[in-house]
């Protein structure tokens, strides 16, 4: 997926001034929330219906090929285990969950991707909405495995969504987040070069220390006001918030893509790159019991 992006700015002193879209437009302050208030839309709401001709029924290949099977495997769960799919989005995830036994919820903070989430999918999963990092979401619930794909990136505060995280599974529950690898997927701050004397692609990184927040514009490009927020973290950021949350480490893994270029000069050389050079990172987290009692 090829992402349109405007200047990233720094998370730590965020600019009073309106967003600069690389349009040079101005993103109006009404549209910025990434939280439905209010019933005002959210950035994905707004983003719907592109989001969806990427997603659809279910998931882009590299949800069908890489992302949900790894965070099945992942989460290890029998048969019956109730899951709560963080950030669902139109679904996809938990009809998958479904389809392999389990019990998914959905929760997410956009009314019309729940929308087509409620119209897509079985009665038997339910589907919230509100803002994961509300500490009164999904009360005196609780879940064995709770999973987020491609989602923790564009959530603002994620130490309120851990610890949510936190509260929601079991002793012992397992949590599985996977996004696009921090280290090497950075909107605007990084992307594919090719070394000519070494025949090989790489990767240039421009910025990853720092958090930043970066706008993404979503289609019809030409539109300035139409973006999704990314919030860039480096892996420090990541797992001194899970820590904090008392989610505990206990693996993590590191995926690469399943494409292949189109034959050519350059092919060997940016296949062999795409092989170690990861497009996603997946952390897996257990709650410990004795940081989080009720
Ligand atoms: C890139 S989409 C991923 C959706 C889905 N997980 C998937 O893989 O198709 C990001 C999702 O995060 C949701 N989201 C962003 N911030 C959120 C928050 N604070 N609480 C709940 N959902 C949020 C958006 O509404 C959107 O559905």
Same mark, same amino acid.
């Not at 090929?65 to 709560?84: D, F, H, S, Y």
């Given at each position: 997926m090829r992402k349109k992006t405007a200047p990233g700015r720094k998370m730590r002193k965020p600019s009073k001034k309106p967003l600069t879209s690389?349009?040079?437009? %101005?993103?109006? *302050? /009404?549209?910025?929330?990434?939280?439905? !208030? $209010?019933? *005002?839309?959210?950035?994905?709401?707004? $983003?719907? !219906?592109? #989001?969806?001709?990427?997603?659809?029924?279910?998931?882009?290949?590299?949800?069908?090929?890489? =992302?949900?099977?790894?965070?099945?495997?992942?989460?290890?769960? %029998?048969?019956?285990?109730?899951?709560?799919? =963080? $950030?669902?989005?139109?679904?996809?995830?938990?009809? #998958?969950?479904?389809?392999? *036994? =389990? *019990?998914?919820?959905? =929760?997410?903070? /956009?009314?019309?991707?729940? !929308?087509?989430?409620?119209?897509? /999918?079985? %009665? /038997?999963?339910?589907?919230?909405l509100g803002n994961a990092g509300d500490t009164a979401i999904l009360e005196g619930k609780k879940f064995d495995g709770v999973a987020c794909i491609l989602a923790v990136q564009n959530m603002e505060n994620i130490e309120s969504v851990l610890k949510n995280v936190a509260r929601w599974l079991k002793p012992s529950g397992k949590f599985v987040m996977v996004l696009t690898h921090p280290c090497f997927r950075i909107p605007r701050q990084s992307n594919w070069g090719w070394d000519e004397d070494k025949k090989t692609g790489y990767r240039r990184i421009d910025r990853y220390a720092n958090e930043m927040e970066i706008p993404i514009l979503t289609p019809p490009f030409v539109d300035k006001d139409n973006f999704t927020m990314t919030y860039h973290r480096p892996l420090q950021s990541y797992f001194s918030a899970l820590l904090k949350a008392g989610l505990c480490v206990d693996s993590m893994e590191e995926w690469v893509s399943d494409k292949e270029s189109e034959p050519g000069k350059r092919s060997r050389g940016e296949n062999r790159a795409r092989k170690e050079i990861p497009l996603f990172m997946a952390i897996r987290a257990v709650q410990s019991a004795s940081k989080n009692k009720e």
């Open positions: 690389s349009h040079g437009g %101005k993103a109006p *302050k /009404s549209s910025r929330a990434s939280v439905s !208030r $209010a019933g *005002k839309p959210t950035l994905w709401d707004q $983003a719907s !219906r592109w #989001y969806d001709s990427l997603v659809g029924m279910s998931g882009s290949d590299y949800h069908r090929t890489i =992302l949900m099977p790894g965070v099945l495997r992942m989460l290890e769960l %029998k048969a019956g285990r109730c899951v709560l799919d =963080l $950030a669902c989005g139109q679904g996809v995830l938990s009809r #998958y969950l479904l389809q392999k *036994k =389990l *019990k998914p919820e959905g =929760l997410d903070s /956009s009314e019309q991707l729940l !929308r087509m989430a409620r119209s897509r /999918s079985e %009665k /038997s999963i339910p589907y919230h």
